[in-house]
């Protein structure tokens, strides 16, 4: 069901992990519909200099915050807001039709991430959406 | 790359003596069983055979034996031939809420035309609630309908008692032994039964083949219209291959199978013990007595990661495993038997179902568990319900 492109992601994702001390940080999903997709911003300048995730969700979800947290890096942020899911998933070569859903929670967590630096910046303490927890 | 097979509740490998027994009825028996004259005949001598095998194994008389495509299709005919040739006598069903989407499709479908189900819920373990079942009968129930093993997580349920309860009451009692069949020594005539589905690929015969037992003298109606093949009640032409196949692959399971069960038990319990003693937060699924479970079942939820990210971890190392139900991999809905089972939808998210078979080898499964165990950890380290030192977030 996946291609090969896909299947490389999730076997190698790229920038896994939580950034410390990180300026902006999108959560988004819900574990009960079987993702969260946590990204973590480091961004100097208006430039993210560096993207890493956490994925709770299947080989598509993985995948998808790889490739997205990589097509991120280096970007503006005004760049970055313009990475659409649909982006993600042509950099992907395609996935599933029911698995897009996937590369719209990434295109949302990355979203989620520099508004929440923008917040900060523009000094709003805007309190992350509670997720529901395991 | 090796690969090792672990879910033989899906599919089961053909037994290359079932594929010698079925070879010469696609290449040199190739008359249609109905046809009069001699190639016919000898088809027709072909199919005789396998269905009196067959009624013997499981305590049938031979004209009780309707060869069918498989599990699906019996199903199916269970449930819509019952719910049309009992129209008058009433329209309402009983069924256990872990069924087959074979049986759950179609009560579904039929509720469309006015049938009333209820469906039973199971305790933790998955067994049926009988005290929930007795309280559902009504004046107008004509079936009553349990599965005599669970697909995903194993448990046998107590189909005799179901039997006991519905005969009391009059009413018909179909069991849904797809995974049981070849795994346990089902008698037809001691269980009681009025109707039971199994399928042939389920142990080492062919795919695409099956029956539906249903006792003499319960009312009927056909599924598949067509010509006279099974004493008219099934219309199509006879899949002589397959039934031959499937007489044999049954023969063969069942003569060694308490000597299969008690290996692929041991592999199991192996594969159990070493899971919860090796990785932490993890839940075993179905029953805890082992002797109502399935020797070939081991089901794990592993929190804070998802099923299908495991399986295609696994599945590039070699193993095969299942998410949930073969059947519900596809569809982003958590498998409905373990929510059945009070599993929160995040844990059922996180489940694989392990099933073994008498091809696999104890160094099979420790290879398993060794790389079960990275993968855990690889995937955990990813999940943002679950910190790197191991410790659980936000809960």
């Given at each position: 069901?996946?291609?090969?492109k896909?299947?490389?992601?999730?076997?190698?994702?790229?920038?896994?992990?939580?950034?410390?001390?990180?300026d902006?940080?999108?959560?988004?999903?819900?574990?009960?519909?079987?993702?969260?997709?946590?990204i973590?911003?480091?961004?100097?300048?208006?430039?993210?200099?560096?993207?890493?995730?956490?994925?709770?969700?299947?080989?598509?979800?993985?995948?998808?915050?790889?490739?997205?947290?990589?097509?991120?890096?280096?970007?503006?942020?005004?760049?970055a807001?313009k990475?659409?899911?649909?982006?993600?998933?042509?950099?992907?070569?395609?996935l599933?039709?029911?698995?897009?859903?996937?590369?719209?929670?990434?295109?949302?967590?990355?979203?989620?991430?520099?508004?929440?630096?923008q917040?900060?910046?523009?000094?709003?303490?805007?309190?992350?959406?509670?997720?529901?927890?395991? | 790359?090796?690969?090792?097979?672990?879910?033989?509740?899906?599919?089961?490998?053909?037994?290359?003596?079932?594929?010698?027994?079925?070879?010469?009825?696609?290449?040199?028996?190739?008359g249609?069983?109905?046809?009069?004259?001699?190639?016919?005949?000898?088809?027709?001598?072909?199919?005789?055979?396998?269905?009196?095998?067959?009624?013997?194994?499981?305590?049938?008389?031979?004209?009780?034996?309707?060869?069918?495509?498989?599990?699906?299709?019996s199903?199916?005919?269970?449930?819509?031939?019952?719910?049309?040739?009992?129209?008058?006598?009433?329209?309402?069903?009983?069924?256990?809420?872990?069924?087959?989407?074979?049986?759950?499709?179609?009560?579904?479908?039929l509720?469309?035309?006015?049938?009333?189900?209820?469906?039973?819920?199971?305790?933790?373990q998955?067994?049926?609630?009988?005290?929930?079942?007795?309280?559902?009968?009504?004046?107008?129930?004509?079936?009553?309908?349990?599965?005599y093993?669970?697909?995903?997580?194993?448990?046998?349920?107590?189909?005799?008692?179901?039997?006991?309860?519905?005969?009391?009451?009059?009413?018909?009692?179909?069991?849904?032994?797809?995974?049981?069949?070849?795994?346990?020594?089902?008698?037809?005539?001691?269980?009681?039964?009025?109707?039971?589905?199994?399928?042939?690929?389920?142990?080492?015969?062919?795919?695409?083949?099956?029956?539906?037992?249903?006792?003499?003298?319960?009312?009927?109606?056909?599924?598949?219209?067509?010509?006279?093949?099974?004493?008219?009640?099934?219309?199509?032409?006879?899949?002589?291959?397959?039934?031959?196949?499937?007489a044999?692959?049954?023969?063969?399971?069942?003569?060694?199978?308490?000597?299969?069960?008690?290996?692929?038990?041991?592999?199991?319990?192996?594969?159990?013990?070493?899971?919860e003693?090796?990785?932490?937060?993890?839940?075993?699924?179905?029953?805890?007595?082992?002797?109502?479970?399935?020797?070939?079942?081991?089901?794990?939820?592993f929190?804070?990661?998802?099923?299908?990210?495991?399986?295609?971890?696994?599945d590039?190392?070699?193993?095969?495993?299942?998410?949930?139900?073969?059947?519900?991999?596809?569809?982003?809905?958590?498998?409905?038997?373990?929510?059945?089972?009070?599993?929160?939808?995040?844990?059922?998210?996180?489940?694989?179902?392990?099933?073994?078979?008498?091809?696999?080898?104890?160094?099979?499964v420790?290879?398993?568990?060794?790389?079960?165990?990275?993968?855990?950890?690889r995937l955990?380290?990813?999940?943002?319900?679950?910190?790197?030192?191991?410790e659980?977030?936000?809960v």
């Open positions: 069901m996946y291609n090969e896909v299947m490389e992601a999730f076997r190698n994702p790229k920038n896994v992990g939580e950034i410390e001390n990180y902006g940080l999108g959560k988004v999903g819900n574990a009960s519909c079987g993702d969260i997709m946590q973590t911003l480091k961004i100097e300048n208006d430039v993210i200099v560096d993207a890493k995730f956490k994925t709770f969700g299947c080989a598509a979800a993985i995948a998808t915050s790889s490739t997205a947290t990589d097509m991120i890096i280096g970007l503006t942020i005004d760049e807001l990475i659409t899911n649909k982006k993600v998933v042509e950099t992907l070569e395609g599933p039709p029911q698995k897009i859903h996937c590369s719209v929670l990434a295109e949302e967590a990355i979203k989620a991430a520099i508004e929440d630096y917040n900060k910046k523009a000094g709003i303490a805007k309190e992350q959406e509670e997720i529901p927890m395991v | 790359m090796r690969r090792i097979y672990l879910d033989h509740a899906a599919t089961t490998s053909l037994d290359k003596r079932v594929f010698d027994k079925m070879s010469p009825y696609f290449l040199d028996v190739y249609n069983a109905n046809s009069q004259h001699g190639f016919g005949r000898d088809a027709q001598k072909a199919v005789d055979e396998a269905r009196d095998l067959i009624a013997k194994l499981i305590g049938a008389k031979p004209n009780e034996i309707y060869f069918t495509s498989g599990g699906t299709e199903d199916n005919w269970a449930l819509r031939g019952t719910v049309k040739a009992l129209k008058e006598k009433g329209n309402h069903i009983i069924m256990s809420s872990i069924e087959h989407a074979a049986m759950l499709s179609t009560a579904k479908e509720e469309k035309d006015g049938v009333e189900v209820s469906l039973i819920g199971v305790d933790e998955g067994f049926i609630k009988l005290d929930e079942l007795k309280k559902a009968i009504r004046p107008n129930t004509i079936l009553i309908s349990c599965m093993a669970n697909n995903e997580i194993g448990t046998i349920e107590p189909i005799e008692e179901i039997v006991k309860i519905a005969k009391e009451h009059g009413i018909l009692v179909h069991t849904d032994a797809v995974q049981a069949m070849g795994a346990l020594d089902i008698d037809v005539s001691k269980l009681g039964v009025d109707m039971l589905s199994f399928s042939a690929h389920k142990f080492n015969g062919p795919k695409g083949v099956g029956a539906l037992y249903i006792k003499n003298g319960i009312p009927m109606a056909r599924l598949i219209s067509g010509g006279h093949q099974e004493r008219t009640r099934r219309g199509g032409t006879t899949n002589v291959p397959g039934v031959v196949g499937f044999e692959a049954l023969r063969l399971t069942k003569e060694s199978m308490q000597k299969d069960n008690e290996y692929v038990a041991s592999l199991r319990d192996r594969f159990i013990e070493r899971v003693k090796e990785i932490p937060f993890v839940k075993l699924n179905g029953a805890r007595d082992m002797q109502k479970r399935l020797p070939s079942n081991a089901d794990f939820s929190e804070y990661i998802e099923g299908e990210s495991i399986l295609f971890s696994l590039m190392d070699g193993i095969a495993v299942s998410s949930g139900s073969a059947c519900s991999s596809g569809s982003l809905e958590p498998s409905h038997v373990l929510l059945a089972i009070g599993l929160s939808e995040e844990k059922a998210h996180g489940t694989i179902r392990f099933s073994f078979g008498k091809e696999n080898t104890v160094e099979e420790d290879y398993v568990v060794d790389t079960l165990k990275s993968t855990i950890v955990r380290e990813m999940s943002p319900l679950f910190n790197l030192k191991g659980i977030k936000d």
